[in-house]
C-alpha cells in the first residue's frame, strides 16, 4: 500500500482563508480546537492555582483586554502608545463614582464603561483627522499630561489618589467575571472584524484616501472604531479599580501604555488572538521575573524590537501557518 | 518681575528649540519619528558624567567624546534596526520607542538617580541682566541655539549634503535618480539627529541633574514643539519654541509651576484642531494629515 502526504487542510479549506468546508467531526474539531482550547484552559485553569497566581491571572486578563483594544485600533490605522490614558480613565470614573456615592460595583463599572469610552472618544475626536505617527505622538502625549493636571489641580484625591472602594462580591466571582469579559472580547470583536464593519476599518488602515472615495465618512468610522477600543481599556481599568481597591495616579503610568503594545507585537498584530497570546506569555514571565524589578521594562523595549525587527508576524501568525501546514499520511488511491 | 520673566521666557524657547531641533531634523528628512531621542539626550549626558567621574576625563574632552558617541549609536541605530522596518510607520515607531524604553529603564534600574549626576557649568559666572540673575550656561544655551539653528540653515541650503537631506525630505523617489543615496542620508540624518539631542544635553543638564524620567520629558517636549510647529519645519520649531518658551514661563510666574505642563498641553489641542499639521507644516500637509 502506497502512502502519500496531504495537508491536513486541504480537503477543508477552501482558497479563501476562512472559508471552510467541514465534512466530519473530525475536520471539525480541526477547526474548532485552537478557538476551544483558550477558552477551556481560562477557564477550568483558575481551579487549579493558588491564590497568589490567581491575582496573577486577574492582570492577565486586563492587560490582555488592553492589548486587545490596542489591537482594535491598530486594526483600524491608528497606532496608540498611550492605552493608559483608556485604562486611567476608566478607572477614575469608576472610582469617583463609587467614592462619592458609594454605587455598587456592578453599576460602577458599566457606567465607567460607557462615559469613559465617550470621554476618551471625544478628548482623541480633534486627533482623527491625523495620520499614523502623528497620532502616536499625541498619544504618548496625554497620559503623561493628564497625570500632572492632576497633580498640579489636586482634583480627584491629586497625588495621594482615592481609596476605599467596595470590592466586588466574592474572590471567585472577581476572577471569572474579567476573564470571561476578555474572552467575550476576544471573539467578539475578531468577529466584528471579519464582517464588512470590519472590512471598512481595515479599509481605513491601508488606504484611507479610498475608502473615503467610496462615500464612507472615515471620521464617523475611526470615532467608533476608537470608542470601541477605549470602552475595552476603561472595563479593564475600571474593574482594576475595584480589584485593588483604590486608584490614583499610577493608573496612567507607562506600564499599561507598553505592555499592551508588547503583548500585541510579541504574540501578533490584527488577529486580536495574538494580543491575547502575548498577554498570556509576557504577564507570567514578568510576574515571574519579579525579583529582577526594573530590569524587566528593558526586557520589554528589547522584546519589542526584536519582535518587530525579526518576527514581526508575531508568534499567533507564525503558530496559525504551522497549524494549518501540518501534513498526514494517507493512501495513494489506485 | 515681568522683565525677569521675559529673560527667562527667551532662554526657555531657546532651551525648546535646542531639544527639539534634532527629533526635527530626522523626522523632516528620514520620516523616522525618534521615539529614542529622549534616551539619547539623557545617554549622552550619562556618558559624559561616566567619562568625567569614572575614567577622570576633563568635561570638555569627554562631553565631545559622548557626542560623538551618541551620533555613532544613531547610525547604528538606524543601519541595525530601522533600515529593516523603513517606511513602515508603525514598526519604526514602536521599534524606536523600544530603544529609548530600553536605554532609559537600564539607567533607571542601574540607579543612576540623584542630584549628584550632574554636568559642571562651562564658566561659573553670573550677572544681572534688566534687573534679574542671570548666568552664564543661560547665556550660552540662546547663543548656541542661535549658532545651531543658523548653521543647521546654512547647512541644508549651501552644501551637497545638505541638499541632499532636502532632496530625499521632498521626494525620495526623485532624489534616487539624481543619485542621492536615499538610505545612506537617512542614517545621517538619524546620527545627526542622535548628535544635536547629544550637543543639548551637554549645554542644557548643566541647569539641572541627569534622571531617566527627564527623558521622557525632552521627548514629550520635543514632540509638542514639532506638533505645534509643524514636523518636519524648522521655522515652524523655532516659531513654536517660543511660543510655548514664553507660554510656559508666564505661566509659571502667574500661575505656578504646575501649570506649564497644561499649557502645552492645550496649545497642542488648539493647534491640533484648528491647523493639524502644524503652523509652519504646509510642505507635507496632504501626507500628515486626511
Known amino acids: 500500500m502506497k502512502k502519500r502526504k496531504e495537508r491536513i487542510d486541504r480537503g477543508i479549506k477552501a482558497r479563501s482563508g476562512d472559508i471552510f468546508a467541514l465534512s466530519s467531526w473530525r475536520e471539525m474539531l480541526y477547526v474548532a480546537g485552537p478557538r476551544l482550547l483558550p477558552v477551556i484552559l481560562f477557564l477550568l485553569l483558575p481551579l487549579f492555582l493558588s491564590p497568589y497566581w490567581q491575582r496573577v491571572m486577574i492582570s492577565l486578563a486586563v492587560f490582555a483586554m488592553l492589548a486587545i483594544s490596542w489591537d482594535m485600533l491598530a486594526q483600524s490605522g491608528m497606532i496608540s502608545l498611550g492605552q493608559a490614558l483608556f485604562f486611567g480613565v476608566g478607572a477614575y470614573l469608576s472610582g469617583i463614582i463609587n467614592h462619592t456615592w458609594g454605587i455598587h460595583p456592578f453599576i460602577t463599572i458599566p457606567l465607567a464603561t460607557v462615559f469613559g469610552g465617550l470621554i476618551c472618544t471625544l478628548i482623541l475626536l480633534p486627533v482623527l483627522r491625523l495620520r499614523g505617527i502623528y497620532f502616536s505622538m499625541f498619544t504618548l502625549i496625554l497620559p503623561l499630561m493628564l497625570v500632572r493636571t492632576i497633580e498640579a489641580t489636586k482634583i480627584f484625591g491629586g497625588t495621594e489618589g482615592l481609596s476605599g472602594m467596595s470590592p466586588l462580591p466574592s474572590g471567585w466571582l472577581e476572577l471569572y467575571l474579567i476573564i470571561i469579559a476578555t474572552l467575550s472580547v476576544l471573539f467578539g470583536f475578531r468577529r466584528l472584524m471579519a464582517s464588512d464593519y470590519g472590512l471598512v476599518l481595515k479599509g481605513i488602515r491601508d488606504n484611507d484616501r479610498s475608502v473615503t472615495n467610496a462615500g464612507i465618512n472615515i471620521y464617523w468610522f475611526k470615532a467608533q472604531a476608537l470608542f470601541l477600543s477605549s470602552a475595552v481599556g476603561a472595563i479593564a481599568g475600571a474593574y482594576m479599580t475595584h480589584v485593588y481597591l483604590f486608584v490614583g495616579m499610577p493608573v496612567f503610568t507607562l506600564d499599561y501604555s507598553i505592555m499592551p503594545i508588547a503583548s500585541a507585537v510579541v504574540g501578533g498584530v490584527g488577529s486580536f488572538a495574538g494580543a491575547m497570546l502575548g498577554a498570556t506569555i509576557l504577564v507570567p514571565l514578568s510576574e515571574l521575573l519579579r525579583g529582577i524589578g526594573g530590569l524587566r521594562i528593558v526586557l520589554y523595549g528589547l522584546c519589542l524590537v526584536i519582535f518587530i525587527v525579526a518576527i514581526p508576524e508575531g508568534i499567533f501568525h507564525y503558530l496559525q501557518r504551522k497549524y494549518q501546514q501540518v501534513e498526514r499520511w494517507v493512501d495513494v488511491d489506485r | ?290
Open chain 2, 1 to 290: 518681575m515681568f522683565a525677569g520673566t521675559l529673560v527667562y521666557a527667551i532662554v526657555n524657547s531657546f532651551t525648546l528649540i535646542l531639544l527639539a531641533i534634532g527629533f526635527n531634523l530626522t523626522f523632516g528628512i528620514s520620516g523616522v519619528a525618534n521615539f529614542a531621542y529622549g534616551a539619547l539626550y539623557v545617554m549622552s549626558a550619562y556618558l559624559s558624567w561616566m567619562m568625567m567621574n569614572l575614567i577622570g576625563l576633563p568635561f570638555f574632552p569627554s562631553a565631545i567624546l559622548s557626542i560623538l558617541a551618541t551620533t555613532l549609536f544613531g547610525a547604528l541605530m538606524y543601519r541595525l534596526v530601522l533600515l529593516r522596518v523603513r517606511g513602515q510607520a508603525l514598526s519604526e515607531v514602536i521599534a524606536t520607542f523600544g530603544i529609548g524604553l530600553s536605554i532609559l529603564e537600564l539607567f533607571r534600574y542601574l540607579g543612576f538617580v540623584g542630584f549628584e549626576y550632574t554636568l559642571p557649568v562651562f564658566f561659573d559666572h553670573s550677572f544681572i541682566v534688566a534687573g534679574t540673575y542671570i548666568d552664564m550656561q543661560r547665556i550660552f544655551i540662546v547663543v548656541l541655539g542661535l549658532l545651531l539653528v543658523v548653521s543647521l540653515w546654512l547647512f541644508t541650503h549651501h552644501t551637497s549634503t545638505g541638499l541632499a537631506f532636502r532632496g530625499i525630505a521632498q521626494d525620495e523617489r526623485t532624489a534616487l535618480t539624481f543619485g542621492i543615496d536615499s538610505d545612506w542620508i537617512a542614517t545621517l540624518s538619524v546620527s545627526m539627529g542622535a548628535g544635536l539631542a547629544a550637543i543639548a544635553a551637554t549645554i542644557i543638564i548643566p541647569l539641572g541633574s541627569i534622571s531617566p524620567s527627564e527623558g521622557y520629558d525632552v521627548l514629550i517636549k520635543a514632540l509638542a514643539v514639532c506638533i505645534i510647529g509643524g514636523l518636519g519645519s524648522t521655522g515652524g520649531v523655532i516659531a513654536a519654541g517660543f511660543i510655548i518658551g514664553f507660554a510656559e514661563r508666564f505661566t509659571d510666574t502667574y500661575f505656578g509651576s504646575h501649570w506649564t505642563m497644561i499649557v502645552s498641553l492645550i496649545a497642542i489641542l488648539i493647534v491640533l484642531v484648528i491647523k493639524p499639521s502644524g503652523l509652519f507644516g504646509q510642505q507635507k500637509e496632504l501626507e500628515e494629515r486626511i
